[in-house]
């Protein structure tokens, strides 16, 4: 609500300090803020003030496409400042099949379709047929066949490491028990 403020005491400090009301209103809207004046943005071309200006400036032309290229470009700027500072990734796509699981819920689900929204997914879950965000979804390695467990080997006396009466610290000191209490 500052900037309205402002801008009423804007127009009033140049109503009070100007002689003719309609002049003063017409160069406050003549005059380029970023690189066009509203009054350019309005109307397609310069206005006629009081300062002297080339004819070849006051001929129509269309600013609306640089303008909104400009504001599109500055958008993606600060959409990657943004994800930057923020850590925003994009997620992989995932594929019909899939195995999910499925955050909210706490259990496995598969993906069945995506759906016509960006980053949602239908998903086959226990409780039915659920539409998520990609964000609630996370994918799921396909499970491998079984591996067949190997018999584990009897470690030998070579494979034991030697059993000493000192221990070590976490910080890697020996700890040593005392003689005396025959321990």
């Not at 009301?21 to 009081?50: H, I, K, V």
């Not at 496409?65 to 400009?70: F, G, L, R, S």
């Not at 949602?120 to 591996?147: K, W």
């Amino acid at each position: 609500n500052k900037e309205a403020e402002r801008a009423v005491k804007t127009i009033k400090n140049l109503l009070k300090k100007a002689a003719d009301p309609y002049l003063a209103l017409l160069t406050y809207r003549a005059t380029p803020l970023n690189g066009y004046s509203p009054a350019e943005l309005l109307m397609g071309r310069r206005l006629c003030t009081t300062v002297p200006t080339l004819r070849s400036l006051l001929k129509p032309f269309l600013p609306k496409q640089i303008v909104a290229q400009k504001e599109m470009e500055r958008r993606i700027k600060d959409a990657e400042r943004y994800n930057s500072r923020h850590r925003a990734t994009v997620l992989s796509k995932l594929t019909p099949g899939q195995g999910v699981w499925i955050k909210d819920q706490g259990t496995s689900g598969a993906v069945i379709t995506s759906h016509s929204t960006p980053r949602s997914y239908i998903v086959e879950g226990p409780h039915g047929s659920i539409r998520r965000n990609r964000r609630h979804l996370v994918a799921i390695e396909p499970s491998t066949e079984q591996q067949v467990q190997q018999s584990p080997e009897e470690p030998t006396q070579q494979s034991l490491p030697e059993l000493s009466p000192t221990s070590r610290t976490r910080f890697g000191r020996r700890v040593v028990k005392p003689d005396r209490l025959n321990l």
